[in-house]
C-alpha cells in the first residue's frame, strides 16, 4: 500500500510546498540519547511536529557530554505520519482522537 501510495503522488496538505512531495523524516541537533526513541518533538508554539526515532552514530557521545557540532538526532515528520493515517493504512479513529484532520 505504501508504495502504491507514493506512486499516485496524492501527498494533500501534508506535502511540502518547496518540495511538491512528502517529507518523512529531518534532523536537528537536540540532545538525545538511547531511551527517548518515540519522544515528542514541538516547535516554538509548542505544536507537535516530529517524534524522535535515532541518532547519528557521531553522537554516541551525547550520552556523556553534549557537543553541538556533532550531535544529530532525526525524527519522523508528523506530515508524514498524518498522510500515512488518512491515506495509506486509513486510521480515521486515530485523526480523530489526535483532533488531527485527515487533509
Known amino acids: 500500500p505504501l508504495l502504491d501510495a507514493i506512486a499516485k503522488g496524492d501527498f494533500g496538505s501534508t506535502a511540502d510546498a518547496a518540495l511538491g ?9 537536540l540532545d538525545t540519547t538511547g531511551g527517548n526513541s518515540g519522544s515528542p518533538v514541538l516547535d516554538a508554539q509548542g505544536n507537535l511536529i516530529g517524534l524522535n526515532f535515532d541518532s547519528n552514530w557521531e553522537a554516541v557521545s551525547a550520552s556523556w ?12 515528520d508528523m506530515r508524514y505520519l498524518r498522510w500515512l493515517l488518512a ?5 480515521p479513529n ?6 488531527l484532520p485527515a487533509e
Open 21 to 29: 512531495t512528502q517529507t518523512v523524516n529531518f534532523m536537528t541537533n
Open 94 to 99: 486515530l485523526l480523530q482522537e489526535m483532533q
Open 65 to 76: 557530554m553534549f557537543d553541538p557540532r556533532y550531535k544529530r538526532a532525526i525524527h519522523v
Open 87 to 91: 491515506k495509506v493504512y486509513p486510521a
